[in-house]
């Protein structure tokens, strides 16, 4: 009996011994265990945190709207991964956005992964400054990561073997102010009557204004030293003269500019009116000295004189013709001599 306890004995304590060594086998040869980070749907993930959504593998921004990116780093060995720079592409009008993470050791030495980004018509998406920041798997920042990621990458350091990090980074979605026209406004015609007691009176004054330019008054001078005050209606407005003569008369028109007034006026909008004792009263436009047009002077040529040629062979030639001449009147003269011996 008590060769059989002590038999129970030996043969506990030999299992207890071989319970003890294979509970302890893995962490002797952790260290030698090649680490890797995982690719694949899921490692890399965005939202769009304005709209409180949910993370997944696409999203779409509106103006305004903030992009939330978020990378799981799992080391699924067990060695320790050096030197792991995390690198994305953001796609400013939208797209397929990567994501690579490269590092020293572990069997393969590259993760990578993507995601799908939409932006609304207009907008661009664009990395915000110091939003790079590395969180442990219980959601505790680590430290910022500085910027570079959608770039060259940033360096994320080391990851242990069997362990979850995460790097995330946000970009907004900006849209371009569309540059408002730039307000229009002008006075067009402005009409006149007269009558023979050198009255004048308007019978239309037409303006426009486009692009918030609104019409608010206009104001008439007469042409003799007086004026209208800013009426919202000068249609019907009357004048009298005090004597005979020709009057210009002149509409400004008022308008309202982002909040400020602008005036204007034009030929369109001047007439002069003639009142004389013994005709009619007579409307007409302004008389305008027109610009002279420049004009270009017309270069003139004169074809040269060919000049005679003076050369010897041209003197010798006149002095032939020159001798012969005269050898001949001179046999004329001898013969009529002769003749009247």
């Excluded at 067009?188 to 050198?198: R, Y």
């Excluded at 609104?214 to 019907?236: C, E, H, K, M, P």
């Excluded at 050369?311 to 001599?337: C, H």
Aim: glycine share 10%; with cysteine.
């Amino acid at each position: 009996m008590n060769i059989l306890r002590k038999a129970a004995a030996t043969g506990t304590a030999v299992i207890g011994l071989s319970i003890a060594a294979l509970t302890f086998t893995p962490a002797l040869v952790s260290a030698d265990s090649p680490g890797q980070i995982d690719s694949g749907t899921g490692v890399y993930v965005v939202k769009n945190s304005t709209q409180s959504g949910s993370y997944g593998a696409s999203a779409s921004a509106t103006c305004n709207d903030t992009l939330q990116f978020s990378i799981r780093l799992h080391n699924s060995g067990y060695g320790t991964l050096n030197d792991i720079n995390v690198a994305t592409t953001l796609p400013a009008n939208g797209g397929t956005s990567n994501m690579t993470a490269t590092y020293t050791g572990g069997v393969v030495n590259e993760a990578n992964s993507s995601v799908s980004l939409s932006v609304g018509s207009g907008g661009s998406l664009s990395y915000v400054s110091g939003s790079s920041e590395l969180y442990d798997g219980n959601d505790n920042l680590i430290k910022d990561l500085g910027d570079g990621i959608t770039g060259s990458g940033v360096n994320v350091g080391s990851l242990y073997g069997s362990t979850v990090e995460f790097v995330n980074y946000k970009a907004k979605a900006t849209c371009a102010t569309p540059t408002p026209p730039t307000p229009a406004y002008s006075c067009d015609l402005l009409s006149l009557t007269a009558e023979d007691n050198k009255t004048v009176k308007i019978s239309d004054l037409k303006t426009s204004a486009t692009n918030g330019a609104t019409f608010s008054s206009a104001t008439v001078n007469w042409g003799d030293n007086s004026s209208t005050q800013a009426l919202a209606n000068i249609v019907g407005q009357s004048h009298q003269y005090a004597n005979y003569g020709t009057y210009t008369v002149v509409a400004t028109a008022n308008f309202s500019v982002n909040g400020s007034t602008k005036s204007a006026s034009s030929e369109s909008c001047e007439q002069q009116v003639t009142f004389a004792p013994s005709t009619p009263p007579v409307v007409t436009p302004p008389t305008t000295t027109p610009t002279p047009t420049p004009t270009t002077p017309v270069a003139t040529t004169t074809t040269p004189t060919t000049l005679v040629n003076t050369g010897p062979g041209s003197v010798i030639a006149i002095f032939a013709v020159v001798s012969t001449a005269s050898a001949v009147a001179y046999r004329y003269f001898i013969g009529r001599r002769l003749a009247r011996q």
